[in-house]
């Protein structure tokens, strides 16, 4: 699985997007980019994933470069349950394991 | 559904010891997985089985580790002879096949080893 690096920390304000970045430059034609959090004690949660096109649920919504080497995801009205560790992982779409790096510890504040 | 469940949630054991944790995936679920985290850093993959065949191990679970998933349903992590570098939170995830793309996690099982 391709490699990707995330800055380890961002603050946002309550009600404001938060916009988290991913690099992962060495990202092959197969593989997907998904996103997990963490909220503190908790088991990681999924929060969306895509291919090359844009995606948005209910969560969030996932921007992908064109050139697929990087992505941002973007929570559009960040509330205080958002702290959390958002992580960027990029797996073959049919494979078994998630590779997790360190993540981004975001920090939303009032 | 009340999600994956994860029991003990903690357990503290003294060097040596072994312990066994268990693992209830959310049903119709064929795939189980396991994964350890220490302390600042991401979970690292251990182990996943589909139904009850255990499919990848991670060179991380050395062969003081074992996992069973017997009739495809819960699944346990035994640990022998436990070392104080076994110290982290243990997490299982499940997922359907059919889907392949979202895993769900538990609560995971904090074992400290003293």
């Known amino acids: 699985d391709a490699k990707t690096t995330q800055p380890p920390s961002m603050d946002c304000a309550e009600g404001r997007a938060a916009n988290l970045p991913c690099n992962h430059s060495?990202?092959?034609?197969?593989?997907?980019v998904y996103w997990y959090r963490q909220i503190h004690s908790q088991g990681p949660q999924y929060i969306i994933h895509g291919l090359k096109n844009n995606e948005t649920n209910e969560m969030a919504s996932l921007i992908i470069t064109e050139d697929r080497k990087s992505s941002t995801l973007i929570l559009p009205h960040a509330t205080l349950r958002d702290t959390a560790v958002y992580y960027c992982i990029v797996r073959v779409g049919t494979a078994s394991k998630l590779t997790f790096g360190t993540g981004t510890r975001l920090q939303v504040t009032l | 559904d009340t999600g994956v469940s994860q029991d003990p949630r903690h357990k503290i054991t003294k060097r040596g010891q072994n312990v066994t944790f268990r693992c209830d995936p959310i049903s119709e679920h064929n795939r189980l997985y396991w994964y350890r985290q220490t302390l600042g850093q991401g979970p690292e993959f251990l182990t996943y089985?589909?139904?009850?065949?255990?499919?990848?191990k991670s060179r991380l679970l050395s062969d003081r580790f074992s996992a069973e998933r017997p009739k495809g349903s819960f699944s346990t992590l035994e640990i022998q002879r436990t070392e104080q570098g076994d110290s982290a939170m243990y997490l299982c995830?499940?997922?359907?096949?059919?889907?392949?793309?979202?895993?769900?996690f538990g609560p995971g099982t904090r074992l400290t080893v003293t």
């Open positions: 995830a499940s997922s359907l096949s059919l889907q392949g793309y979202e895993q769900y």
């Open positions: 060495t990202i092959s034609g197969n593989e997907y």
């Open positions: 089985f589909q139904n009850e065949a255990q499919l990848e």
